[in-house]
T-cell receptor, first 113, second 111 residues
Framework: GESVGLHLPTLSVQEGDNSIINCAYS??????FIWYKQESGKGPQFIID?????DKRQGQRVTVLLNKTVKHLSLQIAATQPGDSAVYFC????????????FGKGTHLIIQP | NAGVTQTPKFRILKIGQSMTLQCTQD?????MYWYRQDPGMGLKLIYY???????DKGEVPNGYNVSRSTTEDFPLRLELAAPSQTSVYFC??????????FGPGTRLTVT
């Protein structure tokens, strides 16, 4: 099976609330993790990444947390906006290099007005 | 700077036909990738290339071929199209941190 997976296929949040999207991975050797946003009919768009030597990384309105002990990754989106509606994928690179990413199935984030 | 571009956007093939999906990037990235995405699923790696003249298989290479004669271009070839190859195909290239930049995709239907 896939080494990267997501806990919930759909997440519905109120506009303005914070969103947390979770991801589990099974390979302790995974070195690099990325979160992507995919809007309908478009290619995945890079959001934020984190390497295994870090626990937390922040971007603009987004934070990625990595818990290596339980092999868990999360994406936090602050003050969710309608434009945040999309499918969010976590992906891992098993080798830490350039030999391609392994993607999970994705979580569909729905923003309620 | 257009990033990663793909052509065509849409294509319908009959079983047994062949076609080439084009991918070009203008960021001078060495690493390029082809993924396929089936409905409601994540992306699966078909082939990748770490530089001109070098290609390698990914998770689902059967039924596909690639070539990399230049840094910019990484075409994907389907020789004998099958219904199982109905999917959306994404090309990507990799920046300095190994983050991947994706093209807009090619939606392929094989009937």
């Amino acid at each position: 099976g896939e080494s990267v997976g997501l806990h919930l296929p759909t997440l519905s949040v109120q506009e303005g609330d914070n969103s947390i999207i979770n991801c589990a991975y099974s390979n302790s050797a995974s070195d690099y993790f990325i979160w992507y946003k995919q809007e309908s009919g478009k290619g995945p768009q890079f959001i934020i990444d984190i390497r295994s030597n870090m626990d937390k990384r922040q971007g603009q309105r987004v934070t990625v947390l990595l818990n290596k002990t339980v092999k868990h990754l999360s994406l936090q989106i602050a003050a969710t906006q309608p434009g945040d509606s999309a499918v969010y994928f976590c992906a891992e690179n098993l080798g830490g290099g350039a030999d391609g990413l392994t993607f999970g199935k994705g979580t569909h984030l729905i923003i309620q007005p | 700077n257009a990033g990663v571009t793909q052509t065509p956007k849409f294509r319908i093939l009959k079983i047994g036909q062949s076609m080439t999906l084009q991918c070009t990037q203008d960021m001078n990235h060495n690493y390029m990738y082809w993924y396929r995405q089936d409905p409601g699923m994540g992306l699966k790696l078909i082939y990748y290339s770490v530089g001109a003249g070098i290609t390698d298989k990914g998770e689902v290479p059967n039924g596909y071929n690639v070539s990399r004669s230049t840094t910019e271009d990484f075409p994907l070839r389907l020789e004998l199209a099958a219904p199982s190859q109905t999917s959306v195909y994404f090309c990507a290239s990799t920046g300095e941190r190994y983050e991947q930049y994706f093209g807009p995709g090619t939606r392929l239907t094989v009937t």
